[in-house]
């Protein structure tokens, strides 16, 4: 299970997972209410909490806090798939999450939730005090609209993850039901998920054509609202005067700049350029290259920018360049697996990334659900039936990535490749690596950032050497994502995100379903009939002993299918600003630049050696 589409103004992403560990009372329906809801962990906070341990909550409120974003947008619904959309306005959800806890959800718009101990169904009593920015109730029809929504005219990644959650009926006039499609099975995780439900305006969208990009601005209930808009270049945001949120436990100490601007810019270089001329104040910086070398300016010299690498807890992403097996010359492993030599790790890390990284290997890096070894134990038993079915390696190997020794001189590991491609019905004719058709093996690397054709350059070069026609070709952001969502690509670098507590969304990531739907996450188009079972087997876990056995049964057979050439991770946030803000005394454990004030001595400070700068 995984957070999707909620969005801080420049908190770190936190992956969250499911749980049903806690006593909770006697409810009116025959289940039991809970203020907060996980299914593997006491809550952190107990209830009745003031605020969450990392922000001050006297924090004073004022000024402004800029931000940047990198290509364009055109939409501001960022709910149904379509065009290229911001975060300018949001919907809030029946729960949330902190960034103290990965396993834990806790009450927004819903005051409580009631569920049974068959996890069947969920009921939310929404808070009295619940209201949209013109003043009116959120209500049980606002969350039923939603769900159904969603569901039918949503992105591809809402229709998947919210598929079991069956119909939504109102109970009373602050009470909702959402009945569950279990399949037979408990599956503690649904009522989790239904947390997550990002809760429209019934009276907004049942008036608009949901399924079109648009710039029109929409009503919603969170803390900032849309102030003006510069589209395709940037917008504002200001806080709500009368946010019915604003001293609920969850948001104190949160939300205390006046004003969000958000700038918007060509690319990654040309922002760095911009931050370090003042132009906007606070920078995750996602290049080795330039966080080693691009910093150095006259403000970092007089202490106006921070630069500062606070450690990263989160579960690590799986970066990598994902092969397109919906292209007829990728669905052979073994052409797959010699694409895995074509990279050289360790001289980019050694000669690019000034050895600030560490090679990926696993989809759940860092986690439990990691393949280390051989499949032992209840994994080996899950795995056994489909032994005919999977790489022999799955039983017999621990995956890794191939290694070299650093030095640039990997003419082995191209050697394996040749063979490899040799084994997958390639050889080269006329110089040319050509199937048994005599069809040439071409393939282009799609990529949105031009940080990556330095990577991406020495596997051309190793790539043509065999005799591939090999090319990469960087477009700007709105005809990548025009291109990714319809699968128009042959190899692309792509993220996955992998929670605490895997479930329905593996559906969206490596699923058949999700492999045949344009704008869904599986990049790599996995359609495998073992693949298949794992997943359902994941989501329908009876207890979290079977869910690691199997999990770690899935990232095996992704290893060793060869789906993704792994790349590579850093341990740490990178982050810079510039000297002008509050902060907590107290650091979550999980986030990055939460519970910020604006600090107007540091601003005026800031500001008036700014102006002296050039001099």
């Known amino acids: 299970m995984r957070r999707i589409a909620q969005v801080a103004a420049f908190a770190a992403i936190v992956i969250s997972a499911p749980a049903l560990a806690l006593d909770g009372k006697p409810g009116a329906h025959g289940g039991k209410v809970y203020y907060a809801y996980s299914t593997e962990a006491e809550p952190l906070y107990p209830e009745g909490f003031k605020n969450w341990n990392y922000v001050n909550p006297n924090a004073p409120k004022g000024g402004e806090f800029r931000s940047a974003g990198i290509g364009t947008f055109d939409s501001l619904n960022p709910y149904n798939g379509k065009g290229r959309p911001s975060a300018a306005i949001a919907a809030e959800t029946l729960m949330t999450t902190n960034a103290d806890e990965l396993s834990m959800q806790y009450g927004l718009l819903a005051e409580t939730v009631e569920v049974p101990d068959d996890a069947t169904w969920v009921i939310y009593k929404l808070r009295a005090e ?76 049942e008036k608009r054509d949901f399924t079109a990009t648009t710039l029109e601005p929409w009503m919603s209930s969170g803390p900032y609202r849309l102030k003006s808009l510069n589209a395709p270049n940037g917008y504002v945001l200001e806080r709500v005067p ?27 270089q040309v922002a760095l350029e911009a931050f370090k001329a003042g132009e906007y104040d606070f920078r995750s910086e996602n290049s080795a290259l330039r966080w080693a070398t691009g910093y150095d300016s006259p403000a970092l010299q007089r202490n106006l920018i921070v630069r500062a690498t606070p450690p990263n807890n989160n579960p690590t992403y799986m970066q990598g360049l994902f092969i397109n097996t919906r292209k007829a010359k990728f669905q052979d492993r073994k052409v797959r697996e010699a694409l895995q030599y074509v990279f050289d790790f360790e001289w980019s890390n050694n000669t690019l990334f000034f050895g600030q990284y560490k090679r990926l290997r696993s989809f759940w890096e860092n986690q439990e659900y990691a393949a280390n070894g051989t499949p032992t134990g209840q994994e080996l038993a899950i795995l056994e039936p489909f032994r005919a079915q999977l790489p022999a390696e799955v039983f017999t190997t621990e995956y890794n990535p191939p290694k070299t020794d650093g030095t640039g001189n990997n003419r082995a590991q191209l050697m394996r490749a040749q063979q490899l491609f040799t084994e997958g019905g390639y050889t080269v004719k006329n110089g040319k690596l050509s199937n048994a058709a005599g069809e040439p093996m071409v393939i282009e690397f799609l990529l949105d950032a031009p940080d990556q054709e330095r990577i991406i350059a020495p596997m051309v070069q190793n790539l043509e050497r065999l005799g591939v026609t090999a090319s990469l070709r960087t477009v700007d952001a709105s005809q990548y994502t025009q291109r990714f969502n319809t699968y128009d ?89 510039w000297d002008k803000f509050g902060q907590p005394a107290t650091l979550s454990k999980y986030g990055v630049g939460l519970g910020w004030w604006y600090d107007a001595e540091k601003a005026r400070r800031v500001e008036t050696a700014k102006a002296t700068l050039g001099r």
């Not at 602050?174 to 569950?180: D, L, N, Q, S, Y």
């Not at 359902?536 to 690691?548: E, F, G, H, W, Y």
Request: glycine letters at 6%.
């Open 130 to 205: 619940a209201k949209w920015w013109d003043g009116t109730p959120i209500t049980p029809d606002d969350v039923i609209f939603s769900l159904n929504k969603l569901k039918t005219e949503g992105a591809p990644q809402y229709k998947q993850y919210f598929k079991n959650l069956a119909r939504a009926e109102k109970v009373s006039d602050r009470e909702v039901k959402i009945t569950f499609d279990t399949g037979g099975e408990i599956n503690k995780e649904l009522p989790y998920i239904s947390g997550q439900l990002p809760i429209l305006s019934k009276a907004v969208w």
């Open 242 to 268: 009368n946010y019915w949120g604003a001293n609920l436990p969850s948001a104190l100490g949160l939300n205390n700049f006046d004003t969000l601007r958000v700038d918007f810019y060509a690319d990654l």
């Open 489 to 577: 690509f042959d190899i692309t670098v792509h993220l996955v995100g992998q929670s605490t507590y895997p479930g329905n969304e593996q559906r969206q990531m490596w699923g058949c379903e999700a492999a045949k739907m344009e704008g869904a996450d599986n990049a790599a188009g996995i359609c495998h009939p073992v693949i298949e079972i794992l997943i359902d087997k994941i989501i329908s876990a009876p207890d979290k002993a079977t869910l690691v056995a199997t999990t770690k049964a899935l990232d095996r057979v992704l290893q060793w299918e060869f789906y993704v050439v792994p790349e590579f991770t850093a341990g740490n946030y990178r982050v810079a600003y």
